[in-house]
């Protein structure tokens, strides 16, 4: 598969998890991959280790794996790990569509809200939506990922119904 003229290659990680195609960013030997190892070994798929490029498709930002790196993931505690052989050929795919972004910092305290603090990283125009996320925090990451995703499938949900009611109350 060729990539689009248009290429945007960025330091991170890229998966596939519950749906979402996430980018994990942060700087180098904050954790993203072994952040990524934790989830894959919760069913993520990997899509890119250490580069990821991207490119827009259909109007959507896709993440691929440069070919040199398919199916690798380099963990400074194990080496170069070939997911697929460890995991499965399912484990590993070439590209998906960006999603999210999640920014691991080793220090983060954002001011206290009753909302989640976002803001947005643009690729190739496309904004993502960043979750930043301590390192240092006791709860683990693939916790609060697993929940933020809840969170957001919820609020997409509930938005959905919310335009369903409006539409029906409109209908007279």
Same mark, same amino acid.
């Given at each position: 598969?060729?990539?689009?003229?248009?290429?945007?290659?960025?330091?991170?990680?890229?998966?596939?998890?519950?749906?979402?195609?996430?980018?994990?960013?942060?700087?180098?030997?904050?954790?993203?991959?072994?952040?990524?190892?934790?989830?894959?070994?919760?069913?993520?798929?990997?899509?890119?280790?250490?580069?990821?490029?991207? @490119?827009?498709?259909?109007?959507?930002?896709?993440?691929?794996?440069?070919?040199?790196? @398919?199916?690798?993931?380099?963990?400074?505690?194990?080496?170069?790990?070939?997911?697929?052989?460890?995991?499965?050929?399912?484990?590993?795919?070439?590209?998906?569509?960006?999603?999210?972004?999640?920014?691991?910092?080793?220090?983060?305290?954002?001011?206290? @809200?009753?909302?989640?603090?976002?803001?947005?990283?643009?690729?190739?125009?496309?904004?993502?939506?960043?979750?930043?996320?301590?390192?240092?925090?006791?709860?683990?990451?693939?916790?609060?990922?697993?929940?933020?995703?809840?969170?957001?499938?919820?609020?997409?949900?509930?938005?959905?119904?919310?335009?369903?009611?409006?539409?029906?109350?409109?209908?007279?």
């Amino acid at each position: 598969m060729s990539l689009p003229a248009a290429i945007n290659s960025q330091h991170g990680v890229m998966l596939h998890y519950q749906g979402k195609g996430i980018l994990l960013t942060g700087e180098a030997g904050i954790g993203k991959s072994s952040l990524a190892l934790e989830l894959i070994h919760h069913g993520a798929i990997l899509i890119a280790d250490d580069v990821v490029d991207f @490119s827009l498709e259909a109007d959507q930002l896709i993440g691929h794996c440069p070919k040199m790196l @398919s199916g690798l993931l380099h963990s400074r505690e194990l080496g170069l790990i070939d997911i697929r052989k460890v995991y499965g050929e399912e484990s590993w795919r070439s590209s998906c569509i960006a999603d999210f972004c999640i920014e691991l910092k080793s220090v983060h305290q954002p001011p206290v @809200s009753v909302t989640t603090p976002i803001h947005s990283k643009f690729i190739l125009g496309k904004p993502l939506a960043v979750l930043t996320l301590s390192v240092q925090n006791p709860a683990s990451l693939k916790t609060r990922i697993d929940s933020w995703l809840a969170m957001q499938s919820s609020h997409q949900h509930s938005h959905a119904k919310m335009q369903l009611w409006q539409l029906a109350k409109m209908a007279f």
